[in-house]
T-cell receptor, first 114, second 112 residues
Framework: QQQVKQSPQSLIVQKGGISIINCAYE??????FPWYQQFPGKGPALLIA?????SEKKEGRFTISFNKSAKQFSLHIMDSQPGDSATYFC?????????????FGKGTKLSVKP | DTGVSQNPRHKITKRGQNVTFRCDPI?????LYWYRQTLGQGPEFLTY????????KSRLLSDRFSAERPKGSFSTLEIQRTEQGDSAMYLC??????????FGPGTRLTVL
């Protein structure tokens, strides 16, 4: 059972455009939602994260939008650049719990064309 | 470099052999996680330690897998009698409590 569903699987955006990646979760106990960026041959690196007490968080060109009632959250990359080409993973966890392991989506491969 | 380090970065082994990977977490991080990532998939949780105690193991962690974290510092993940299905990237992450998990570069295992 996949607890975090991510779409699209791949995305091609022109330089300067907006990249949008969506995720949906099932477990209402999740209270921490990070996005990770991964380049080939590298480990995932935290990009931005949100907790359900806010509906939006922005850091530079990256914004998370969170809809608690719909159990959905999304990543928006404004002014997308070729250097943003990577695989993006959404994740969720029960951060306040004793475990805190992350449940990841399957990833979105983003290609930004110059 | 004060990030999470993993060694080796690549390991090629023959089916049936044992392999061991090492993870050095960020200093003073009390939690350490192991994940496995196969091609085209997100990382999947294997096990985690709080200090030296192994507190949770995924059903993905078969009896051939064992992990240790002596003295609550570095951790090792051993796979006995490797199978071709064990081929994957093995990722280690560390955190201070339930805060952000920082991932290492991973160990790519290829079982021939």
């Amino acid at each position: 059972q996949q607890q975090v569903k991510q779409s699209p699987q791949s995305l091609i955006v022109q330089k300067g455009g907006i990249s949008i990646i969506n995720c949906a979760y099932e477990n209402t106990a999740f209270d921490y939602f990070p996005w990770y960026q991964q380049f080939p041959g590298k480990g995932p690196a935290l990009l931005i994260a949100i907790r359900p007490d806010v509906s939006e968080k922005k850091e530079g060109r990256f914004t998370i939008s969170f809809n608690k009632s719909a159990k959905q959250f999304s990543l928006h990359i404004m002014d997308s650049q070729p250097g943003d080409s990577a695989t993006y993973f959404c994740a969720a966890s029960v951060a306040g719990g004793s475990q805190g392991n992350l449940i990841f989506g399957k990833g979105t491969k983003l290609s930004v064309k110059p | 470099d004060t990030g999470v380090s993993q060694n080796p970065r690549h390991k090629i082994t023959k089916r049936g052999q044992n392999v061991t990977f090492r993870c050095d977490p960020i200093s003073e991080h009390n939690r350490l996680y192991w994940y496995r990532q196969t091609l085209g998939q997100g990382p999947e949780f294997l096990t985690y330690f709080q200090n030296e105690a192994q507190l949770e193991k995924s059903r993905l962690l078969s009896d051939r897998f064992s992990a240790e974290r002596p003295k609550g510092s570095f951790s090792t993940l051993e796979i006995q009698r490797t199978e071709q299905g064990d081929s994957a990237m093995y990722l280690c992450a560390s955190s201070l409590g339930s805060d952000t998990q920082y991932f290492g570069p991973g160990t790519r295992l290829t079982v021939l």
